[in-house]
Nanobody
Framework: QVQLVESGGGLVQPGGSLRLSCAAS????????MGWYRQGPGSQRELVAA???????DYADIVKGRFTISRDNAKNMVYLQMNSLKPEDTAVYYC?????????????WGQGTQVTVSS
């Protein structure tokens, strides 16, 4: 089991920045791939950024060049630095931990943190 707690959301003006944090506990953090997802009003949950247990990263096209995902295995933390925020980035942001074995898929979610981009 992995417990995930997000923090760092809030209200920011267009063009501003926020840094989301996700604290993980309950298992060996370093063996999990991590991701940030978001769900806007009336929208489906979508992948924003992902980082593998080896440190490889991937981003949705709509955030490339603006968002950066990182992890600190020593602190059991994953971060999402969001720059040049736009109103369309408004959503609830969720932290995800996942890994697959030969027989089992593990998938854990945090409770989400609200990000609102508005003037």
């Amino acid at each position: 089991q992995v417990q995930l707690v997000e923090s760092g959301g809030g209200l920011v003006q267009p063009g501003g920045s926020l840094r989301l944090s996700c604290a993980a506990s309950g298992s060996i953090f370093s063996i999990y791939n991590m991701g940030w997802y978001r769900q806007g009003p009336g929208s489906q949950r979508e992948l924003v950024a992902a980082i593998t247990r080896g440190g490889g990263t991937d981003y949705a096209d709509i955030v490339k060049g603006r968002f950066t995902i990182s992890r600190d295995n020593a602190k059991n933390m994953v971060y999402l630095q969001m720059n040049s925020l736009k109103p369309e980035d408004t959503a609830v942001y969720y932290c995800n931990a996942n890994r697959d074995t030969l027989t089992t898929k593990y998938d854990y979610w945090g409770q989400g943190t609200q990000v609102t981009v508005s003037s």
